[in-house]
């Protein structure tokens, strides 16, 4: 018997169920649907505007695109996959493993895929959602979970002449198979952990590649391996063994939390091992110079690589520090003034974290604008809830991303959270839930309190908005999430009934 027949068989089946749309088909989405089927609910659709599932492991199919979390970090605590092939496993496998999840608990029947919601609108006297689709169709909901992660939008450089360049010209994100890299120029703008996996794998292909850095990143060595078959099948035996790994490695990255949320000492040892990696690959004291980070460590993404470095040695590479000037129809012109030819232009300028359910429109009571609730920086109750807009959950929520960690495990604790508060609509019909505008408050204040005394307040970087609020990032260790998010508290919510008897089509 499955993980999830045993959870439903232990808490039955829940008479009344409140239809429940998920927005998006990535491991959030598929967190949230599995945790509704534990508990014996049924009445879910995902929603995917793709065609296929996956979210980022779907859509990063750059070359040597890997998770950096150890893979038994990166699965789910119910579905531990024992055949992993890597440590650091790769994205099709990642994708795979999602697949895998969707088929074995019967999800393919609650998705409807290649569909996008463009508009959602909260009825406050029906307590429901009405959801509008880019194709038109209108969709009703009594509960909306948006799934739609923080890394989903590609980010494009503001840079002059953007649109000028005559070769081919896409982002990591958006990957162009069918571009022949063999024996081309190739132009690199960014340093992120796109970057540093894809920039290993094309460099021996290339004729020439110029790899344009604004700021170094840190990067650690990274403890590969590659399991054999009698691991595999040591922890497909005896799951007792992966377990182990998987929580000495959860250790490990909440240490590494610990770091990067205030402490000097681990951040200190971390650096230093960091420099005597940069130290130990680079030799050539010029190009040592320009790899080495200027900031505190930890307030831009730590990065974890064995072959960036070595790729970067290479006499067909060029690490470029100057400004870009403007991008030119045959390549990049530095401040200097200096034009370098380029016959492929590759973005790793990451993603747009920044635009919580973006395109996405979504109107709360008395049609308030949730974008324009959030334009001075996004938040949210535990990343999860927003006043004035009931009944709407969020995965992976603003305030939740973390320096150090496995996204799954925050994934799974904001899964078991909105169940809880589904089950209460469920003992209580036709109504609808709210956090209290004074407990979200209070808790926006205390975390950005928490924030100024983490290194992310310190430096540029996606983790901050252009006005300085670190609006991604968890503050503290994912142990406390775990804490703070086990068992909801109701008074921080009002319970309103529904008023009007109206009912249109369900979603479901």
């Known amino acids: 018997m499955t993980p999830i027949a045993n959870h439903r068989t232990a808490r039955g089946a829940v008479r009344a169920q409140p239809s429940v749309v998920i927005v998006g088909a990535g491991f959030g989405g598929i967190a949230m649907a599995l945790e509704l089927l534990r508990a014996g609910f049924e009445k879910f659709t995902i929603l995917e505007r793709a065609a296929e599932l996956g979210g980022v492991w779907r859509e ?27 440590r650091f496993a790769g994205g099709a496998e990642i994708h795979g493993y999602m697949r895998g999840l969707v088929a074995k608990y019967g999800l393919d029947r609650h998705i409807r895929l290649n569909t996008e919601v463009s508009v959602a609108r909260f009825a406050e006297q029906e307590a429901c959602w009405w959801l509008e689709t880019a194709d038109g169709a209108r969709l009703r909901a009594d509960v909306l979970v948006a799934a739609t992660g923080q890394l989903s939008r590609p980010a494009w450089p503001n840079i002059p002449g953007v649109g000028d360049f005559a070769g081919p010209a896409f982002h990591s994100a958006q990957w162009d198979h069918e571009c022949q890299l063999a024996g081309q120029r190739v132009a690199v703008i960014g340093t992120g952990a796109s970057a540093i996996q894809f920039v290993p794998r094309i460099q021996p292909h290339v004729a020439h590649l110029t790899l344009y850095q ?19 099948k040591l922890y497909a035996r005896l799951p007792v063994t992966q377990l182990a790994e998987r929580l000495y490695f959860w250790a490990f990255l909440e240490l590494g939390a610990s770091a990067v949320a205030g402490n000097k000492m681990v951040a200190a040892l971390l650096k230093r091992r960091a420099l005597r990696h940069l130290a130990r690959e680079v030799a050539d004291p010029l190009l040592r110079a320009k790899l080495a980070p200027d900031y505190v460590f930890g307030c831009k993404r730590v990065l974890f690589a064995n072959d960036y470095y070595p790729a970067l040695r290479q006499p067909n590479v060029a690490v470029r520090t100057e400004p870009i000037a403007e991008i030119t129809p045959g390549g990049v012109r530095t401040a200097d003034g200096v034009e370098h030819p380029a016959d492929v232009l590759i973005y790793g300028t990451g993603f747009a974290s920044h635009e919580f359910l973006a395109p996405m429109e979504v109107y709360g009571c008395g049609g308030r604008s949730l974008r324009e609730v959030w334009a001075g920086g996004a938040r949210a109750y535990l990343g999860m809830a927003v006043p004035e807009f009931p009944n709407l959950f969020l995965m992976y ?28 609509l469920a003992a209580r019909p036709r109504s609808y839930v709210e956090v209290s505008p004074e407990v979200a408050e209070r808790f926006d204040r205390e975390m950005q309190r928490r924030l100024t005394d983490t290194v992310w307040a310190s430096c540029a970087s996606w983790y901050r908005e252009e006005n300085g609020r670190v609006s991604a990032n968890w503050p503290g260790l994912v142990s406390e999430y775990n804490r703070r998010t086990k068992v909801p508290d109701f008074t921080a919510y009002r319970t309103v009934p529904a008023t009007s008897d109206t009912l249109g089509d369900r979603v479901l």
């Open 60 to 86: 990063n199919t750059y070359p040597g695109a890997a998770c950096d979390v150890p893979a038994p970090c990166y699965s789910f605590s119910f579905a531990p996959e024992p055949y992993w092939t890597d």
């Open 214 to 232: 604004r700021s170094a990143p840190y990067v650690l060595p990274k403890s590969e391996l590659r399991y054999s078959a009698w691991q595999q």
């Open 397 to 424: 929520g603003p305030n939740t991303n973390l320096g150090s960690g496995s996204i799954l495990y925050m994934l799974e604790r904001q899964a078991r959270y909105i169940r809880q508060l589904v089950h209460r």
